[in-house]
């Protein structure tokens, strides 16, 4: 178990990494650090008990080599095609859908013209309605309780019983009619 004190950029080279592979791997591993004397940071490690593995470097250009420029420009062009026929008949349904829209609004307008018209009719009735049970009820003489009144004493006519110095009692008429008590309603 030897432990060395290394920089990033030494324990790059024993690991075959860059420095900032290096780096990356001491914060992952929390190995311990120290400054050195040179200013830089030293990380005490001991290679034996770390198993790093470098992986193989990655080139994009190898990977856009393999792929044939002209087929891709192809296999595009045709997607385009296709999604041209697409947006044509996306267009073709949304039109549909707008007449159907239009349609439709000017049904219901219709509609609440003609609920409106059937509300002013409405309402004509009911005041005509009004109207013409107010002249009904002013044909038939009047109010309930007059009639009332009128008819219990046409055949009771009493001479007044008690008389006052000024007149006839105040409960009774002066037209000497008997007024009766109306029973109240609860």
């Not at 707008?98 to 009735?125: H, I, P």
């Not at 309930?144 to 006519?157: A, I």
């Not at 007044?160 to 007149?167: D, I, L, R, Y």
Request: proline share 5%; net charge positive.
């Amino acid at each position: 178990m030897s432990t060395e004190s290394l920089t990033y950029t030494e324990l790059g080279d024993r690991l075959g990494a860059s420095p900032e592979a290096a780096r990356s791997l001491a914060r992952r591993l929390r190995l311990p650090r120290k400054p050195g004397n040179d200013g830089k940071v030293r990380i005490i490690v001991d290679l034996a008990e770390i198993q790093y593995t470098p992986l193989s470097a990655r080139s994009l250009g190898g990977q856009l080599a393999d792929i044939d420029a002209d087929a891709k420009i192809k296999q595009l062009q045709a997607e385009l095609a296709k999604l041209e026929v697409e947006k044509q008949c996306l267009a073709a349904s949304v039109a549909g859908h707008r007449t159907d829209f239009e349609r439709e609004r000017d049904r219901c307008d219709m509609l609440v013209v003609e609920t409106l018209n059937w509300t002013k009719v409405a309402m004509s009735a009911r005041e005509k309605a009004a109207r013409l049970e107010g002249e009904m009820s002013a044909r038939r003489g009047g109010r309930w309780w007059g009639r009332l009144v009128t008819r219990r004493g046409v055949g009771n006519k009493r001479t007044p019983t008690s008389v006052t110095a000024n007149g006839p009692s105040p409960s009774q008429p002066e037209d000497g009619r008997q007024l009766l008590p109306v029973p109240a309603r609860i």
